[in-house]
C-alpha cells in the first residue's frame, strides 16, 4: 500500500463516508468558526473593559493611585482577557488540526485557577477552598508538564529517584 491509499484510508476512518455524518461534521467546523469570530468579539470587549477599570480606579480620588483591590481587580481583568485568547487558541488549533491539544487546554484551565488564585479574597473563603485550589493548581502544573515532557526524558527522571 502506497502513502496516498494509507492517507486515504486513515480520512476515511476520521470521517465516515456516510452523507449525513459527513455534513454534522461541517456543521460542527461551521460552529466552530463561528464561535472563534465570537471570541474574537469577546477579547476586544475586555480589552475595553480593562481600559474602563483602569480608568474608572485611577480617575477617582485620590487621583492616580491605586490601592491593592484596585490591582487586584485589574489583574482579574487582565487575567480574564488572557484566558480568551486562550480559548480563541484553543479553537483555532481544532480547526487547523480538527483535534484539541490536550497542553493548550491544560494550559486555559491553569490560567484560569491561576486567575481565580490572583484574585481570590482570602478572608472570606474556607481554608478548604484554599486548599482544593491549591490541588487544582499543582495537578494542572503537574498536568501541563507530563504533555509538555518527551516520554524517554520523564522515565529517566521518575528512574533516578
Sequence with gaps: ???????????????????????????????????????????????????????????????????????????????????????????VSYLSDDALHIDIVLATAYMAVLRKIIILDYKEVSPDYVYATAALAVALAIGYWLTKTPPHRAHNSVSKQ
Design 1 to 91: 500500500m502506497n502513502d496516498k491509499e494509507a492517507g486515504t484510508e486513515s480520512k476515511r476512518a476520521d470521517r465516515p463516508e456516510d452523507p449525513l455524518v459527513s455534513r454534522l461534521y461541517g456543521s460542527i467546523r461551521y460552529a466552530a468558526r463561528v464561535l472563534a469570530v465570537l471570541m474574537v468579539l469577546v477579547i476586544w470587549w475586555g480589552v475595553a473593559d480593562v481600559v474602563y477599570v483602569l480608568y474608572s480606579r485611577v480617575s477617582t480620588h485620590p487621583y492616580y493611585l491605586l490601592e491593592i483591590s484596585d490591582i487586584l481587580a485589574t489583574f482579574g481583568a487582565f487575567m480574564a482577557v488572557l484566558i480568551a485568547i486562550e480559548v480563541f487558541v484553543n479553537i
